[in-house]
């Protein structure tokens, strides 16, 4: 167990919707992390947060989005939803940027 | 354009024996290196890194050893055990300051099985 959490663990939704998927980090972790793991793809980054600031972006849609709230707890937000979008959701966390990053079990997002 | 790239997809292995994964990479400015191990529907998990500045790290039954000329790391499992048997992608972390500082970027994984 990593000290990550993440919910949903599946969600199965249909094209043209919105899903909020959560990460609560590590105690005492400030940077949160989200990347997709699709099968054509591998894990790829998307965005990071450090304190409630964004602080990088990978490959992410522009109909994807994200935020870290006071508490550092983070959620990614997914919306207009293709099929394309079905993947795993991982959420990482780390003590400071440059540090190792561990990570949740994932939420494995099915669009229909 | 892959930057981290595991060329092995597969690596089949005795219990007892030594698994060793490979992972190469093209930036010269990377300085920070990490492996992790994933099993189906659960996280990666972290195992061992590695800094520029040193060539070889040890953590019990694993080793990563880094060569910077050859832009080469492995990962070295000594014994292998049956529980070993997961999916182990090789990560460099951005560390260089600019957007892309704490991204990490993983190569395509090598799946190890360890035979009892």
């Given at each position: 167990d990593s000290g990550v959490t993440q919910t949903p663990k599946?969600?199965?939704?249909?094209?043209?919707?919105?899903?909020?998927?959560?990460?609560?980090?590590?105690?005492?972790d400030l940077s949160v992390y989200w990347y997709q793991q699709s099968l054509d793809q591998g894990l790829q980054f998307l965005i990071q947060y450090y304190n409630g600031e964004?602080?990088?972006?990978?490959?992410?849609?522009?109909?994807?989005?994200?935020?870290?709230?006071p508490d550092l707890h983070s959620e990614l937000n997914l919306s207009s939803l293709e099929l394309g979008d079905s993947a795993l959701y991982f959420c990482a966390s780390s003590v400071t940027r440059g540090s190792e990053q561990f990570f949740g079990p994932g939420t494995r997002l099915t669009v229909l | 354009d892959q930057q981290v790239k595991q060329n092995s997809p597969s690596l089949s292995v005795q219990e007892g024996r030594i698994s060793i994964l490979n992972c190469d990479y093209t930036n010269s400015m990377f300085d920070y290196f990490l492996w992790y191990k994933k099993y189906p529907a659960e996280g990666p998990t972290f195992l061992i890194s590695i800094s520029s500045i040193k060539d070889k790290n040890e953590d019990g039954r694993f080793t990563v050893?880094?060569?910077?000329?050859?832009?080469?790391?492995?990962?070295?499992?000594?014994?292998s055990q049956p529980g070993d048997s997961a999916v182990y992608f090789c990560a460099v972390l951005e560390r260089a300051g600019g957007t892309s500082y704490g991204k990490l970027t993983f190569g395509q994984g090598t799946i190890l099985t360890v035979h009892p």
């Open positions: 599946h969600l199965i939704t249909a094209t043209g919707q919105r899903v909020t998927l959560r990460c609560s980090p590590r105690s005492g964004e602080r990088a972006k990978g490959n992410i849609l522009e109909r994807f989005s994200a935020q870290q709230f | 050893f880094l060569n910077k000329s050859a832009k080469h790391l492995s990962l070295h499992i000594v014994p």
